[in-house]
Each structure stands twice: as structure tokens, then as C-alpha cells.
């Protein structure tokens, strides 16, 4: 198992093809299981045994619930860790011997946390898959997921769709953009001024053949898109101003008026949770589909946890 073991940290890292394959998988085991309740485990417990341990820095509703039912339907079970209730967050044990113990009790560790820093660290000393459930600057697994949902609803490779981001370029975007250039599919952004994605993320967009285009008008970046995908403005790693913030962002607001730029058939998706940058009548109309994108994540984070078992058929 050890020599098969994979990490999921970064998109980046991930070969195109085994990312292809998790979304097939998650296909096939959605389709496979519609007549099952939440906690009834798939054909053939293919975890069965294995202990996901998680452990959340942050909040978190939807990560938290998925990975939960993920594992229970793939026959294994879950523990939940509370970082202040662990030596580790008080100073007073170290990154490497908690690593230890987590790989002798555990089968694998999704973390979310607020250092990209501790995710590499816990990594060198693990001998155990690490899933990243979010860090400041990404959340790959909220991406894979949403490629899932285009795919599912819009029933096209997302290679052959127009895809928008209008919002802050932030962790979900920064996954967003791996994505578009490990998928080959085309990514408008619409940030205002001074808001676009960093000089390491340019220049990662830069040096991949990439279908990526950067504006500061969110009519233009809605033009002609088949999905709209936002976030909140403020992200919970945000440290700065943010009446000001907000403020920035006012014209990037999702409304009726945005949405008649983009086509007739154009979704719309949002990881949540929302603040204010969608209008209440564009979240709740049927153009989206942010509850789907949500269950989704639950058939995703399987696939992705088979991926880390060496396990993915
Ligand atoms: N979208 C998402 O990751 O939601 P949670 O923060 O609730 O896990
Ligand atoms: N960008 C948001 C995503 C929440 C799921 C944040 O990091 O707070």
C-alpha cells in the first residue's frame, strides 16, 4: 500500500490523467448508489477498515459532512480532531511526532488549516496520505468537485465550455486556474484592479499553455460563459480592511443584469458559504445549482480517497 500511496495537496502536483480518473470513478460510484441511504456502503467496502483522521484549523460545514459520509460509504470510519485540544497547537509537540502518531493510528489525514507551510510539513514526516481541505492558497478538492458538477449538468467535457470566475482571486480561484490548465478549458476572470491573482499564480498561468484571460470588467469577463463561479469577497484567511474590500468589489456584484451577458443556459455556481457578492434572485433562481455543487463534494472526496489508497479502479 505505502509505494501507492498519494498525497492530495495541490492540484499541480496531480498528473492530468489521475485527476481524469477520479472524476470517472465519482461517476460511476454516484450512479451506482442512488438507491442508497447516506450511511449504506458501497459494492465491495473498498476502505473497509481504514481510519480517515481530520482535522479543521478553520470552519467548515460542507468539507467536514463530506468527508465524513466519504469514508462511511466506502466502508471505512472517521475521527475529528479539535486542534486546540492537541498538544501540537499549544507549542508543546512538535509537527514530526504528532505526524508519527497519526500514521500509527490512522489510514490517512485531511487537514484544513491556515498555513501552506504545515501542510509540507506534516507531508515529510507522515507515512500516511494527506488530503488538503483547504489552505490559504488552495482548495483543490472544492475544485475537482465543481469540475464534476459542470460535467454532470452541463453533459460535456468542461474542455469544451466557457467557464467565469467573477470575484477575489483567492484560494478557490488559485485551484481554479490549476484546473483550467490541467483540463484545458477556457477561464475568464473578472477582478477589479489590483485584485488579480499573484505574481507566483501569474506566472504559473504563464508558463503552462493556458486558456486564461484577466479582466477588470465583469461584464466582459461574463461574456458568452456557460458557468459563473463565485466566492465570498472576504475569505477566512483575510486580514485586511474589509469595509474597503468590499467596497473594491461593488460592480462585481452577480446580478440579473451580469448574468444576461453571459449564455441563456449559463449556471451558476458558488462554494459557499455567500456573502454579498451574489444577488439573493440569481442564488435561489434555477440558473443555480450551489446545492447540487455541495452533495457533489461528497461522491468527489471518494474518489479522491481511493486516489490516496492506491485504491481508484
Ligand atoms: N465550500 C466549503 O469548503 O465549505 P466549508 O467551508 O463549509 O467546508
Ligand atoms: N475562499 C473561502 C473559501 C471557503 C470555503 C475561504 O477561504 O474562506
New binding site residues.
Partial sequence: MKNKMKHFINLKDIPSKDLRKIITDAKKRKNARKKLNNLEVDNGEPLKGKLLVQMFEKSSLRTRLSFYLAIKQLGGSTLTLRPDELHLSKGGESIEDTAKILSNFGNAFMLRTSSDEKLKEFRKYLSIPIING?SPSS?PT?ILSDVFTIEEIKKKPISKLNITWIGDS???LNSLIVASIKFSFKLNIGCPKNYEPNQKIINYIKSNKNKIFIYNDPKKAATGADVILS??VI???DKGDKIKKLNHFKKFRIDKKLMNFAKKDCIFLH???RGTEVDENIFSNNQSKVWLQALNRVHVQKSILLYCFGRLR
Fill in positions: 483547504l482548495h472544492q483567492n484560494n478557490v466566492d465570498k475569505s477566512m484567511n462554494c459557499l458559504p
